[in-house]
């Protein structure tokens, strides 16, 4: 009798140990699923800004064109902020094509190759052209003071004009050109362009874009709140960034 009712004592609990462990397997388990789950949710609130680094006359950011207007539809989407700054790649250079031609060749054939952006490589063989890229940069930076919805916009119709049509960046009417493409008016953006204190803000940029960690162009940073993430410094995909957005959320 005694047999038989240990027997039965030593079945109950080892089917209360079965119990429990399975209790405790689908408590992890549901806890892992809700985190992934609350990560793939969280998603980028209005207080939350994606940063874009770059330079108009900087090859891989023109690479990385189609990349970022994937970006911004995704910061737009996600109802998060999405912003523009200039980082400086070669300000008041005053290397000339002769000087950079062999080079610049080079990375533009990777560009083209990885990316599949076109290029006019004509302008190469210019060799008075300087490669100063600062006279881009301040023009992108006036198209955001004036007309703010149309920046990136005009920032790719920059790149076009210097990478495919060979247009000289270091000369006003290149940008009046696009703003006329675009039926802007041109009166303030030229009195902008010319005005020496334009030049002392744009520096400010590139000296903010210094601070916040930017090293190279193309880069992309998330700003939530106080908190600066860079997500990637250099050419990379969107598939990428977006992986890279999602573990800087969950942090």
Known sequence: MKSDISGKLIKFGICLLMVFSSFLLYSQSSTKS?????????????????????????????????EVTLLKSYADNSNGEFKLLMGGLRPDGT???NDLAGFLKGHWEHVNKQTGQPFNYAILENKQ???NTEPACRAVFIVRRL??????TFFKKVQHAFYEKNKATNELNTYVEILNELGLETGEFER???????????????KYVSSIGVRGFPSVLLKRGDQVYLLSNGYTTFKNLEKAIERALTQ
């Open 192 to 206: 902008l362009f010319n005005d020496p204190s334009s030049k002392v803000d744009l520096y400010q940029e590139f």
């Open 95 to 97: 290397e000339t094509m």
């Open 34 to 66: 809700t985190k992934k789950s609350n990560a793939m949710s969280n998603g980028l609130t209005n207080s939350d800004t994606i940063i874009y680094v770059g330079d108009p006359m900087c090859s891989w950011c023109y690479g990385f064109s189609e």
């Open 129 to 131: 052209f300087v490669y």
């Open 147 to 152: 007309y703010p919805d149309v920046e990136l």
